[in-house]
Nanobody, 119 residues
Framework: EVQLVESGGGLVQPGGSLRLSCTAS????????GYWVRQPQGKGLEWVSS???????VYADSVQGRFVISRDNAKNAVYLQMDSLKPEDTAVYYC?????????????WGQGLLVTVSS
């Protein structure tokens, strides 16, 4: 069974850091792209970052220079290191495994983690 289990969310002050983890089971995550997307309360889904199976990364302009996506293939996990957090980063964060051939098809999702950035 395919599962994506997220951990690492919580409350942090502006300027602080958090690292989100997404641990996969039921498939080899190293063979797939990994995405992080987020949804602020009452707003739509926002793509945050992507990591392909060759290690190339892409970031939304809003997080460029502050967030880093990475993976640890030995742990079958994808991570999102978030630094210099801002109140506008407050959202529920989801890791996503897209379809192997169709990256705009969000095939599997983590359960979601609430990240709250507030003083």
């Amino acid at each position: 069974e395919v599962q994506l289990v997220e951990s690492g969310g919580g409350l942090v002050q502006p300027g602080g850091s958090l690292r989100l983890s997404c641990t996969a089971s039921g498939f080899d995550f190293s063979r797939y792209y990994g995405y992080w997307v987020r949804q602020p309360q009452g707003k739509g889904l926002e793509w945050v970052s992507s990591l392909n199976n060759g290690g190339a990364t892409v970031y939304a302009d809003s997080v460029q220079g502050r967030f880093v996506i990475s993976r640890d293939n030995a742990k079958n996990a994808v991570y999102l290191q978030m630094d210099s957090l801002k109140p506008e980063d407050t959202a529920v964060y989801y890791c996503v495994r897209p379809h192997y051939n169709f990256g705009d098809s969000f095939e599997y999702w983590g359960q979601g983690l609430l990240v709250t950035v507030s003083s």
